[in-house]
């Protein structure tokens, strides 16, 4: 889904004043913001939102097949948690507001269906009886361990052949063709650059020739005890816009959307607030965390990724812009990155992902 939706310009005073539970802004972030911030409402017009979203689909459809294949090379499946994920309407206001985005998975082929209270518990019988709709989407998968996952798929990397090298890229050296990668540690010699750094590859591309507006959604995780009996999928509470996700280690809330810049200091007291929620969701929640985290979401003002080549530059690609589907679409994006690289015709449609479109 775009993040910029139509009719969202009627919600700015509410996101101004605060009053939306998922969604907080840094009003000194408000000057650097204001360009990023007017080009995302000139998104949610309803061309372009069906243009963003078609967009999108194509790499939707990729996503299945591009994660089993990385799943079965590493030995990864384990991790996989396939049983849809069910979002969850206290009022009915609530789940009206998502008439935008049921017609576009109904444009789309998105699968899902609209849910009353009788189907709800029979599916989740440990939610609370407060939530008379809901709508689940029977293909969406989730991971019980996103750490490990990543962990597995690195040991595979890297008993292929691959090779790690931490540090911190400042810049580069280029020709007719890339020849260094300059780091805080020294130089890498190179003659292929792909550019992956999610939310802080806004001033990197642009040293590369593309000038991106790319701006950052910081949203947060908290680590909740496991419950037994716990959730058998992930639960979305549409009304207050966060998910809990059994997990390995717990039941993971993520939540929200904060416009801050990625040095802001995290806003933690923001997201406990909703802790009390969660409970009224699932009453048998232990709500004492152990663990929090602020991550930042890589997004540009019409929701696409960038995936392709330098404007500029032979043998650099760009390859971040993943907004909040960046676990998801990675292994799309680096298999069609791969075949860029590689000479291949990656065989999708990548105009829409172009860095200047
Ligand atoms: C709370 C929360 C929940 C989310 N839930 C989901 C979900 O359920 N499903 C989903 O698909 N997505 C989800 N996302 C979105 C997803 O996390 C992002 O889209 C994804 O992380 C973007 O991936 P990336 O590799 O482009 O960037 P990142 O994951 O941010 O990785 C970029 C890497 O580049 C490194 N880097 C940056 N600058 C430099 C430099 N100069 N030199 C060297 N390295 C550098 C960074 O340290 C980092 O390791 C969620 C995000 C948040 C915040």
Redesign the pocket.
Known sequence: MPVGMPGMWRDIPKFLLGTEPYFSLRWSRLPRLAPWLSRLLWETRRSRVNSNAAALAILAKEVKPAWQDMLDQAGANEFVLRRGWLKVYETEAAFQATAAVRELYDRHGGAYEVLNADEIRQMEPLLAPIFPRAIYFPEFD?LTNPLRVVQTFFADFQSRGGRFLN????GFELGSRPRRVR?TDGHLETDVIVL??????RD?ARQLGADIPLDT?????FMLPSMDPGPTRPLLYGDYGF?LSPMEEGIRL???VELASLRASPNYSWVSRLLPYAKRMLPDLNIEESSRW?????TLPDSRPIIGASPVHSDVFL????????????PVTGRLIADMVAGRDPGLDLAPFRAHR
């Open positions: 989730s540090g911190e890229v400042i780091t992956a750094t999610g939310a802080w590859s990197l959604e910081r949203g947060y995780h998910a993520a939540h929200g602020l991550g930042f979401r890589p390859a971040f812009g993943h907004q909040h589907y960046g676990l998801s679409l990675g």
